[in-house]
Protein backbone atom coordinates (compact mmCIF):
# COMPACT_ATOMS: atom_id res chain seq x y z
CA UNK A 1 0.00 0.00 0.00
CA UNK A 2 1.52 3.18 -0.71
CA UNK A 3 1.51 5.83 1.47
CA UNK A 4 -0.10 8.31 0.01
CA UNK A 5 -3.27 6.38 -0.14
CA UNK A 6 -6.40 7.62 2.06
CA UNK A 7 -7.56 4.16 4.34
CA UNK A 8 -11.10 4.36 5.69
CA UNK A 9 -13.17 2.18 8.18
CA UNK A 10 -15.43 0.30 7.07
CA UNK A 11 -19.22 0.71 8.39
CA UNK A 12 -22.84 -0.93 7.79
CA UNK A 13 -24.18 1.20 5.18
CA UNK A 14 -27.92 0.47 6.68
CA UNK A 15 -28.09 2.07 10.22
CA UNK A 16 -29.40 -0.14 13.13
CA UNK A 17 -33.48 -1.03 12.21
CA UNK A 18 -35.36 0.96 14.88
CA UNK A 19 -38.53 -1.99 13.98
CA UNK A 20 -38.75 -4.36 17.14
CA UNK A 21 -38.86 -7.79 15.56
CA UNK A 22 -41.41 -10.02 15.81
CA UNK A 23 -42.68 -13.64 14.94
CA UNK A 24 -45.17 -14.27 12.13
CA UNK A 25 -48.35 -15.11 13.33
CA UNK A 26 -49.00 -19.07 11.82
CA UNK A 27 -50.70 -19.52 8.91
CA UNK A 28 -54.40 -21.16 8.78
CA UNK A 29 -52.88 -23.92 6.81
CA UNK A 30 -55.72 -25.89 4.44
CA UNK A 31 -58.35 -23.55 3.35
CA UNK A 32 -61.02 -26.04 2.78
CA UNK A 33 -63.91 -24.83 5.34
CA UNK A 34 -62.53 -21.92 5.71
CA UNK A 35 -63.78 -18.47 4.89
CA UNK A 36 -61.80 -15.94 2.75
CA UNK A 37 -62.86 -12.06 3.31
CA UNK A 38 -62.50 -9.61 0.19
CA UNK A 39 -61.57 -6.20 1.15
CA UNK A 40 -60.82 -3.61 -1.33
CA UNK A 41 -59.88 0.12 -1.71
CA UNK A 42 -61.54 0.35 -5.64
CA UNK A 43 -58.39 1.70 -6.71
CA UNK A 44 -57.24 -0.64 -9.32
CA UNK A 45 -58.78 -3.58 -11.23
CA UNK A 46 -60.81 -5.72 -8.22
CA UNK A 47 -63.43 -6.45 -10.54
CA UNK A 48 -61.07 -8.56 -12.49
CA UNK A 49 -58.94 -10.12 -9.80
CA UNK A 50 -60.65 -11.08 -7.05
CA UNK A 51 -62.44 -13.73 -9.36
CA UNK A 52 -59.48 -14.76 -10.15
CA UNK A 53 -58.36 -16.01 -6.84
CA UNK A 54 -61.61 -17.05 -6.42
CA UNK A 55 -61.09 -18.97 -9.00
CA UNK A 56 -57.69 -20.56 -8.25
CA UNK A 57 -58.22 -20.83 -4.65
CA UNK A 58 -61.55 -22.94 -5.32
CA UNK A 59 -59.28 -24.82 -8.37
CA UNK A 60 -57.16 -26.09 -4.68
CA UNK A 61 -59.45 -25.83 -1.78
CA UNK A 62 -63.11 -26.88 -2.88
CA UNK A 63 -65.07 -26.26 -0.31
CA UNK A 64 -63.17 -22.60 0.37
CA UNK A 65 -66.02 -19.60 0.90
CA UNK A 66 -65.60 -16.22 0.23
CA UNK A 67 -67.18 -12.80 1.22
CA UNK A 68 -67.23 -10.95 -1.46
CA UNK A 69 -65.63 -7.10 -1.06
CA UNK A 70 -68.62 -5.30 -1.72
CA UNK A 71 -70.14 -7.12 1.38
CA UNK A 72 -67.49 -4.48 3.35
CA UNK A 73 -67.08 -1.64 1.92
CA UNK A 74 -65.09 0.91 0.31
CA UNK A 75 -61.69 1.25 2.21
CA UNK A 76 -60.33 4.36 0.88
CA UNK A 77 -63.68 6.27 -0.42
CA UNK A 78 -66.19 8.64 1.14
CA UNK A 79 -66.73 6.81 4.49
CA UNK A 80 -63.11 4.74 4.93
CA UNK A 81 -63.35 5.87 8.42
CA UNK A 82 -66.71 4.23 9.22
CA UNK A 83 -66.11 1.66 6.74
CA UNK A 84 -62.57 0.72 8.84
CA UNK A 85 -64.13 1.18 11.95
CA UNK A 86 -66.75 -1.35 11.38
CA UNK A 87 -63.97 -3.76 9.95
CA UNK A 88 -63.06 -6.00 12.57
CA UNK A 89 -67.05 -6.63 13.61
CA UNK A 90 -67.96 -6.64 10.17
CA UNK A 91 -65.56 -9.33 9.35
CA UNK A 92 -66.65 -11.05 12.86
CA UNK A 93 -70.17 -11.17 11.69
CA UNK A 94 -69.67 -12.83 8.59
CA UNK A 95 -66.83 -15.53 9.97
CA UNK A 96 -64.27 -14.44 8.02
CA UNK A 97 -61.07 -16.74 8.95
CA UNK A 98 -58.44 -14.54 6.81
CA UNK A 99 -58.74 -11.60 4.62
CA UNK A 100 -56.93 -10.93 0.75
CA UNK A 101 -56.57 -7.16 0.45
CA UNK A 102 -54.62 -4.50 -1.36
CA UNK A 103 -55.25 -5.87 -4.55
CA UNK A 104 -54.35 -4.05 -7.22
CA UNK A 105 -50.95 -3.25 -9.22
Request: hydrophobic share 40%.
Amino acid sequence: MNENEAIYDVVWPLGKSHWDKRDLNPGIGDLNGRTIGEVWDRVFRGEEIFPAIRAALKRRYPRVRFVEYDTFGDTHGVNQRQVLADLPARLREHGVDAVVSGVGA
